[in-house]
């Protein structure tokens, strides 16, 4: 009898997890229209304020940010959080503008964009894979990633203030493992049921998605851009 209930207790865990997967892949996949839509906006835009002002648009880009983030967090259990999500996707794509307008005035500047975004669709799908197929608990990597990301943080602003171009690449390089690093994280998590609210969880792996997009887009600018 024990054994019975112990077997239907772990089918409707994994029917719970499956569909906390199921629906944050499919919440996720949502998010990157207006994401998309807010890239083409942010393209048209004028930024010259942030070419100005790059500590002052990055305090406001952070505000707005982290504004949402707590919207989203507060409801996070009804359908609020949904619009909000959405609401931070568009925000981000129009942030995207600058570096897609520095990116396209390359003359090979649609190659590096479209490789950037089949490199980041690449490394998620694999990285997805594994933790979903393999079921590892990746769970001891939190810390190491988290030190990371707080010292990425640090010294990105840091590089607001001296602009050496030889550290922001660095910086680039480093942002592109440790969000390599979350998404096989925050995939481990949902597979061994350290989240169960997809919308939590979609966020989580969208910031991982766009960060690793905005870094490997600035390394192969660096690297492959062709302004002739």
Known sequence: MQENIRIESQSQSVLATNKVLRNTYALLGLSLIPTA?????????????????????????????????????????????????????????????????????????????GLAAGGTAAIFLTLATIATTTKKDFSFMGKF???????????????????????????????????SGFILYDVSRIV???????????LALYMNIYNLFVNLLQLLMALLGNRD
């Open 37 to 113: 839509i807010g890239a083409y906006i942010g393209m048209s835009m004028n930024f010259l304020f942030a070419q100005q002002h790059p500590i002052i648009f990055a305090i406001m880009l952070l505000a707005g940010m982290f504004g949402l983030f707590f919207a989203i967090q507060a409801n996070r259990n009804n359908s609020l959080g949904v619009v909000f999500l959405l609401a931070l996707t568009l925000f981000l794509g129009v942030m995207l503008g600058p570096i897609l307008q520095v990116a396209f005035s390359l003359s090979n500047g649609a190659q590096i964009v």
């Open 145 to 179: 990633l988290m030190i990371g990301i707080i010292l990425l943080i640090l010294a990105s602003l840091a590089n607001l203030f001296f602009q050496i171009p030889a550290m922001a690449l660095a910086l680039s390089g480093v942002a592109v493992l440790l969000f």
């Open 192 to 202: 061994n049921g350290g989240e169960t609210n997809y919308i939590m969880a979609t």
